[in-house]
């Protein structure tokens, strides 16, 4: 039997609307929510993502303004752009597009976001509060796989949860947030000894490692819901993750696909963060 397809951009239709209602109360109350998202350089596939997560804050009726910095800029003035931003009441989130020049310490970046404005979930407050079971901004693209699965009603209590990517951003993050919702969970990496072992007991399988066709069909229980978050384009210019979707698809019971998965889910939370962080001026956590 062939997999359900968890249509990623349909679902995050639905779930911007919820958010939208949400920024239209805050607007009724005075409180436009407002991003700022910082771009360092010239790499091609920030500047589209860069681009796309400013057309959301229009479509969802959010303020956002785009800071456009050149890749030679010191990481003094860097620094110093962020503290600017961290004093701004007119902004309840700042974004540093991640990856940034190599002269520039990424960690201290991150840091001086101000951890109340840090919608990417990427400031060690916000990772410690992953770790404690309560953190204020979950990082994004693990929050859209978790919003996949809820509206999936893929249940999570008590399932086997497996992990393949073990990076801040997506793996580990993704591990705790199904272990809060009380999964048993298993983080693997590209590298894991004899990975089918691991994957073949996964009831939700997470794959971000960006290896084009890691996970085959052979190595999926059936039934398994299985998430590509893997962003790979091929030589002819297709788009595809880390797991063989054909494949695959004849024996898990839900797939994501790449692209249409969870690519319109991480944009999505980035916009429910900026709201819920523009929500907690009124009522502080
Ligand atoms: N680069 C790749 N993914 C992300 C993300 O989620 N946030 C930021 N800031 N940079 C990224």
Redesign the pocket.
Known sequence: MSAQIIDGKAIAIEVRKQWKRRADQLKEQGILPGLAVIIVGDNPA?RV?VQNKIKACHEVGLYSELHDLPGDISEEMLLAKIEDLNQNPSLHGI?????LPDHINVNKVLETISAKKDV?G?HLYNLGGLIAGNTVFP???PYGVQCLLEYSNIPIEGQNAVIVGRSN?VGKPMALMLLQKNATVSICTSKTRDLKQFTSLADILVVATGKVNLITADMVKPGAAVIDVGINRLESGKLVGDVDFEGVREVAGHITPVPGGVGPM?ITM?IANTIMSAEQTIHPQ
């Open positions: 920030s993502y974004l540093v597009q991640l990856p990417d990427f990082p994004c693209t951003i991480t980035l």
